[in-house]
């Protein structure tokens, strides 16, 4: 194979014990790879029970191990499998492992878990770090409370393999929001590898629209809770201020979830029957058809819906959840202080003349498009350009020259 016919490899690690948000993430970065390098091949290795309801481009594929779900309790359990749970790691190692070996990847994209769920990548990395694969830490732009974050790290051992095993931690948001890593005590050649991509921006792909926007002819705002499973709480409180005599003044389309409890589904299901205005869907895998025509947003405000919000230049009203992580509460505080979007904590009453008013209030804020931030949505451009920067590292080191058919995003 000639030098300009090379091929490159991008192995992308999620470890998706439940809901939709890693996934989502990684085929978004997976999809705008291979768009933007024509010798690209991405393989993303995922746990997620629902992988393969998700369409993807050429040269992207996965690889699906087997499903570990997190209990209440912080226990883990396999989700289909009955078998022991540290037998279900293990084969999930092992395949993780494996396909490592055989795929060879330029570039190995750990999605934020530094040694993957329960540690199940650290032996991939060592393997990997030995074979020059170039190793990438992506992490979302919030992940957690620092006060619970630094004990999390400190007990997993993660400065180590910071230092030592990652080349290089990609932020994807922005600093001028918030700072992931702020209360750790990194050294300075640790953070010397980081660097804020920007959030990741969001199309309409092309295709067969969703079969329910044919059932709706007036403006809607568009309720969704990602994958549903812990959803229950903002469905309930949306759509009693639509059971009100004095319904809010748009139509509503809810997004349910495919992991939320089909009992609690049904009975959603069977509220929204009885009002004209309101419609619903368990779940669509073109969630960015439904919102490019919505009027609002209300969501929980996870990392995907927050790149979509601002992608779609969408009016948006944010009740984060607070447990288990204060991820969402965080994020959403501070895009509201940026005036981005505006946040509604849940005070426990949920009150439907707080939730209405609320609603009402939407039409009067700003897009966030009104917001001017740099950078603030630059995220794929810039993967791209750190991709492209490793590929070029990867051959001087093997004294080899770029690919002259690798191309990049460009300003």
Known sequence: MSVKEK??????YSHDSFGLGHLRRCRTLAHALVEQNQNLSVLILSGSPIIGSFDFKARVDFVRIPGIIKLRNGEYTSLSLHIDTEQTLAMRASIIRHTAETFDPDIFIVDKEPFGLRGEVEETLHFLKTKGTRLVLGLRDVLDDPALLVPEWKRKNVLPALQNLYDDIWVFGIEQLYNPLQELDLPADVKRKITYTGYLPRAVQSGTEPAILEEIDEPYV???VGGGGDGDVLTDWVLRSYETNTPPPLNALFVLGPFMPPDLRASFRDRISKLSQVKAVTFDNHLESLMSKASAVVAMGGYNTFCEVLSMDKRALIIPRTVPRLEQYIR???????GLISVLIDDGIRSEETMSTALRHLSQQKKPSEVIIPGLL?????????????FEERDKAAGTETPETVTVLKN
């Open 7 to 12: 091929a490159r490899r991008i192995l992308i």
């Open 222 to 224: 568009l309720v969704t």
């Open 332 to 338: 959403a505080t501070r895009a509201a202080e940026l």
């Open 378 to 390: 630059d995220g794929l451009t810039n993967v791209n350009r750190l991709a492209r920067l490793r």
